[in-house]
């Protein structure tokens, strides 16, 4: 399941997963907020914080992850992945080079870190 995490600047895409997370869950919550925010400021902050582990993603919504990140492309500003399976936090790391702007993992107990991050311009 995804939802929105509230609290954060009109620029900030930002959601948490628990249990499974599908394909509906991306169209329902995920997509519409994106595209409002890239839309609004021209710009995507985003933060997904993981209190579940990347097996809980359907294949359906890894593959709707990465279309999201392509049709986006030229918007994602920065990107915040929080989570404690290190694997994914590495990658969130690395992504940064395949993007034009900036990404990195923190594990939960450095929520508040994340979102001072990812929230900052």
């Known amino acids: 399941m995804l939802q929105k995490l509230q ?11 628990t249990g ?3 394909k509906d869950d991306y169209n329902s919550v995920l997509v519409p907020e994106v595209e409002r925010v890239d839309k ?3 710009h995507i902050h985003f933060m997904m914080v993981m209190e579940n582990s990347g097996k809980d993603f359907t294949l359906g ?7 999201e990140g392509m049709k986006h492309y ?5 990107v915040a992945i929080v989570t404690d399976e290190k694997g994914l936090e ?15 993992g923190f594990p939960l107990a450095e929520l508040e ?8 311009e």
């Open 74 to 78: 030229r918007g994602w500003k920065k």
């Open 113 to 120: 870190q994340a979102k001072q991050w990812v929230a900052a």
């Open 40 to 42: 609004e400021h021209g």
């Open 90 to 104: 590495k990658f969130s790391n690395i992504f940064s080079s395949v993007i034009p702007g900036s990404s990195k």
């Open 61 to 67: 919504a890894w593959l709707k992850d990465a279309a």
């Open 20 to 22: 499974e997370v599908s």
């Open 7 to 17: 609290g954060m600047p009109p620029y900030v895409a930002a959601f948490k997963a």
